[in-house]
Each structure stands twice: as structure tokens, then as C-alpha cells.
């Protein structure tokens, strides 16, 4: 019920910008929220950037005003524009589409994720 694939990751230039696309089948793009993840080695999963069926979207704080996420439902695709990218956005980042209750948060069954490596 549900699966996300990502794409669009590479080896980038400090300064340089990617795209990063997430393909969905299921429900997964009629959900209320879409959101991008991102993690390292040794560490969990951070929340970078989400938007609601809105339109409505939310940053990190550290990718405010460089990152933009966007969708488009009837190609069932989400986005995650890259800009100026720097070295501590290296990561394996994700797409998934969080549901969040008292009791825990829901996530549906991650991809593979797409690999994002900035170096000089």
C-alpha cells in the first residue's frame, strides 16, 4: 500500500544545485503531507522540508532559503530543489508521506533513498 522510489542525487561542487524527484504509487500522493528526509552515517533521520495538500510548506532550518519543495499530483511526483549546496547537506535523502498521532508517527515503507555528496 504505497511505495516511494528516489532519484536525482550526485557528486556536486560546493555552491552547486541538484534536483531530487520521489515517483509514488498508491496512496501515497493523496496524503495531506509530503516530506523530504535526509541521514547520515551514524545518525537518524532528520525532517528537511515538508508540504501540506495545501500547498502550504515548512524548512529546516539549516536548508531555509536554499531548498524548495514542491508537488505535482497528477504525475504523483514530488521535489526537492537543491541550491547552493554545502557540505554538511551530504546525506542519503528520502521521500515519504508522515502521518502524526499522540501515539506515534506513521511513515509508509521507505525507498532507497537517493544519494546526495558535496565535496569540493
Known amino acids: 500500500q504505497g511505495q516511494v522510489v528516489e532519484s536525482g542525487g550526485g557528486l556536486v561542487q560546493p555552491g552547486g544545485s541538484l534536483r531530487l524527484s520521489c515517483t509514488a504509487s498508491g496512496s501515497v500522493f493523496r496524503a495531506y503531507i509530503l516530506a523530504w528526509y535526509r541521514r547520515t552515517p551514524g545518525s537518524q533521520r532528520e525532517l528537511v522540508a515538508s508540504?501540506?495538500?495545501?500547498?502550504?510548506?515548512k524548512y529546516a532550518d539549516s536548508v531555509k532559503g536554499r531548498f524548495t519543495i514542491s508537488r505535482d499530483n497528477t504525475k504523483n511526483t514530488a521535489y526537492l530543489q537543491m541550491n547552493n549546496l554545502e557540505f554538511d547537506d551530504t546525506a542519503v535523502y528520502y521521500c515519504n508521506a508522515p502521518q502524526y498521532f499522540s501515539s506515534g508517527n506513521y511513515y509508509y515503507p521507505w525507498g532507497q533513498g537517493t544519494q546526495v555528496t558535496v565535496s569540493s
Open positions: 508540504i501540506d495538500s495545501g500547498g502550504s510548506t
